[in-house]
């Protein structure tokens, strides 16, 4: 599949079975992640495995959006050990834990299974219920499986704006 045929196809899954991810499909999605880039390349991120029932009472705690996921990654960043734009200490960590997010969203959809980028959660709450260092951010939760039988992108998922309203070219 080229990467336009992935981007397209891939969607929000907020349906997923409860058959269980292999460990060589996690340990491939971590790879990819691993691989993206970060500013300066200093891999700030923090990426943190959480599987099983207690795994849904963990994110529950922050956020009712678990869509039946039984696998959860948490994306974080350490605010320690990311770059700082000089001019206005812009925290290049937030843009790397997007990254990182970005390359999950489509490792997960190119290796068939479904996820949909959880940001509504309570920071707190998550922080809290997963005992993080105080340097950790949380950025994103994702919720991994393969789609249930009857999982569908929403009908708004090819809704895309004209590039007119989303380009300035100034060339």
């Not at 991810?21 to 996690?26: A, Y």
């Not at 922050?62 to 206005?88: I, M, P």
């Not at 569908?152 to 070219?169: K, M, N």
Request: hydrophobic share 40%; proline share 5%; glycine share 6%.
């Amino acid at each position: 599949m080229d990467f336009k045929q992935l981007a397209s196809d891939r969607y929000s899954c907020r349906r997923l079975s409860d058959r269980k991810v292999d460990e060589s499909t996690v340990r491939h999605l971590l790879e990819v992640q691993r691989l993206a880039p970060t500013a300066a390349n200093r891999q700030p991120q923090r990426i943190y495995v959480l599987e099983g029932e207690d795994a849904v009472k963990t994110i529950a705690k922050a956020t009712h959006y678990d869509f039946g996921a039984r696998l959860f990654f948490v994306v974080c960043y350490d605010k320690d050990e990311s770059w700082k734009r000089k001019f206005d200490g812009f925290d290049g960590g937030i843009m790397d834990a997007v990254i990182i997010g970005c390359h999950l969203d489509l490792a997960v959809a190119a290796a068939g299974l479904g996820t949909c980028w959880i940001a509504h959660f309570d920071p707190d709450a998550l922080r809290d219920a997963m005992d993080l260092p105080d340097n950790h951010i949380p950025v994103a939760i994702f919720p991994i499986g393969y789609p249930a039988e009857d999982a569908r992108p929403s009908r708004a998922h090819t809704d895309r704006r004209p590039l007119d309203d989303t380009v300035i070219d100034r060339r």
